[in-house]
């Protein structure tokens, strides 16, 4: 696995995102309140480039008649059709065997790396 830095951490502020091109693909580069994560923007239901998808949250397992609202800022909603995937794991809301594919990230002296 190489080793790319593909910025500073002043240039992704927390909430924010950055898609970058490591080795041909695109990665999206995510900061959840401080801790970095990095997506292939490529999602595997029909190939959008799902890092483009708002971040938000979702419904959560409730009960009857109830609507528990949760994961506030962590979930990715994929533009095409709406598929939720948890930015910190890579997988789908509804499917933990569906996933987006994830790369190692690390901050060294204010740069963020990624592995690929």
Known sequence: MARHAIAGIEDIPPGGRKIVKIEGREVGVFNLGGTFYAL?????????RVCLGKVSGT??????????????????????HGWEYDVTT????????????TYPVAVEDG???VSI
């Open 40 to 48: 292939k923007n490529v999602c595997p239901h029909q190939g959008a």
């Open 59 to 80: 419904t959560l397992p409730s009960r009857v008649h109830e609507y528990d609202y949760g994961l506030v800022g962590q979930i990715l909603r994929c533009p095409w």
């Open 90 to 101: 890579g997988r789908s809301v509804f499917d933990p065997n569906v996933k987006v594919v």
């Open 111 to 113: 740069q963020i790396f």
